[in-house]
């Protein structure tokens, strides 16, 4: 199950860093593309906001 991250995101790119894939692009709330996530969970460890939790 991959991951998703909400609207509580404030795209600070903490994230990006973390995910060994590439599957989280940039904007004004960042997106996980679900095909690519491989549900490592390491953007959810990072993020400062808690905005980024498993798909359901």
């Given amino acids: 199950m991959a991951y998703k991250?909400?609207?509580d995101c404030t795209a600070c790119g903490t994230c990006i860093d973390e995910c060994p894939v590439e599957a989280i692009s940039e904007g004004d709330i960042y997106k996980i593309n679900a095909?690519?996530?491989?549900d490592c969970g390491a953007?959810?460890?990072?993020?400062?906001?808690?905005a980024i939790h498993p798909a359901e």
């Avoid at 953007?43 to 808690?50: H, L, R």
Wanted: hydrophobic residues 25%; charged residues 25%.
């Fill in 5 to 7: 991250i909400s609207e």
């Fill in 35 to 38: 095909d690519i996530c491989t």
């Fill in 43 to 50: 953007c959810s460890d990072v993020c400062p906001v808690e």
